[in-house]
């Protein structure tokens, strides 16, 4: 039990043993529509490596470029952390190889069960050269951008060069993820869906990360938001955190609420994580918390349209070129 959660509670569980989340459609609009879950058959068994693109021992994680049938694919491995509820399994239904042993400490190499060394595995197929340039370790710079600086170098750059968010449409149309969502408030102006990120494999709350994508298909970024839209981030802030106590028994407290600039994505979403786990963009350069984001419009209706932003881009980011290109790097 962690969090007041009995593992058993979490939706979706274990069953899915080797389970390949796929992004459907997020190549640059060449994907499909649908949203079928490989279950049981291995689509990687003719992936062929061509680079690792990153890696982080301290994360268990290795983002890795290469070959699907032919076309270009990133594959995504993260070992998942360890869970309460197969302790029993692993201590019972394991080898253990001594590596060494000093008075009281000994070391060992543990060979668990499949079901207890799962790796977490996300495919995106057909990988972008953009999707290769977004999980390749780069250096970053941090950006200054004012009201102008997005009106004249941002905005155009991200009209032409966005990954495509047909992953978003197709979980607002319900054509994937449907039997995912947790909760739906299908107002058109003030609804949204909220459901597990696709980084969370759903076993613990630890992680707890899910999402909540707006109904309203015009809004890309933070800088889009002003005051009129204050209805619909205190529905989301409202709704999503009951939901998540509902589901999760996880308070509000617990919660880390926000929304990414720059985002990925350009289609409003807002992002709930765990307090105490280091999401991946969790950090001061790129998360703007929601109650601040909804404090800061209640000030001044044009706070995110004026003022000066910050954020970090990649090296080989096309973004970042733009800037250094009209002389603000
Ligand atoms: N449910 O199909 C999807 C889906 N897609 C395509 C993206 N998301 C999805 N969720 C569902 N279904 O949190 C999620 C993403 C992300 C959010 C978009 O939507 O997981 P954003 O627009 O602000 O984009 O948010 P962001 O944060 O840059 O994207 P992302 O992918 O999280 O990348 C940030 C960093 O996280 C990466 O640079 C990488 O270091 C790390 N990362 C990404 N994916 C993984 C992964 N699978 N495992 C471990 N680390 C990862």
Redesign the pocket.
């Known amino acids: 039990k962690r969090d007041g959660v009995e593992a058993d509670e979490l939706p979706q569980r274990a069953e899915k043993k080797a389970r390949v989340d796929d ?2 459609g ?1 190549g640059g609009g060449g994907g499909g529509e649908g949203g079928e879950e490989a279950e049981s058959e291995n689509v990687l068994c003719g992936f062929k490596t061509s680079n690792v693109l ?1 890696d982080s021992a301290r994360e268990k ?1 290795m983002f890795i470029r290469g070959k699907l049938a032919d076309q270009e694919a990133v594959v ?1 491995l ?1 070992k998942t952390p360890i869970r309460e509820d197969t302790l029993a399994e692993l201590f019972s239904g394991s080898t253990l190889k001594l590596e060494m042993k000093n008075d009281i400490y000994s070391t060992y190499r543990l060979h668990c069960s499949s079901s207890s060394s799962m790796i ?1 595995t ?1 495919v995106v197929c057909p990988a972008t050269d953009k999707h290769v340039t ?2 390749q370790r780069q250096e970053s710079s941090l950006v200054e951008e004012t009201g102008e600086d997005y009106q004249s170098i941002t905005l155009p750059y991200i009209q032409k060069q966005t990954f495509s968010v047909q ?1 978003v449409y197709n ?1 607002l149309e319900k054509k994937a ?1 449907a039997d ?1 969502i947790v909760y739906e408030d299908p107002d058109p102006e003030v609804g949204f869906v909220l ?5 969370w494999d759903q076993k613990q709350v630890d992680d707890l ?1 899910l ?1 909540a994508i707006v109904h309203q298909r015009d809004i890309k970024s933070l800088r889009d938001l002003t005051s009129e839209h204050l209805p619909l981030l205190q529905n989301i802030f409202q709704k999503g955190k009951e939901a998540i106590l509902q589901r999760y028994n996880l308070p509000a407290s617990k919660l880390r609420v926000y929304l ?1 600039y720059q ?3 350009y289609h409003l ?1 807002v ?1 709930f994580t765990k307090l105490g786990y280091e999401a ?2 969790c950090g001061v350069e790129r998360a703007h918390l929601l109650a601040d984001v909804i404090q800061n419009l209640q000030s001044d209706p044009r706070y995110y349209e004026t003022r000066t932003l910050y954020f970090p881009l990649r090296a080989n980011d096309g973004l970042l070129s733009k800037f250094k290109e009209a002389g603000r790097l």
């Not at 459901?195 to 980084?199: V, W």
């Open positions: 992004e459907n997020g990153n994680t995504i993260e977490k996300t977004k999980y992953w979980i993820e995912r459901l597990p990120d696709f980084k990360y999402i990414h985002p990925s994505y979403h992002h991946p963009g």
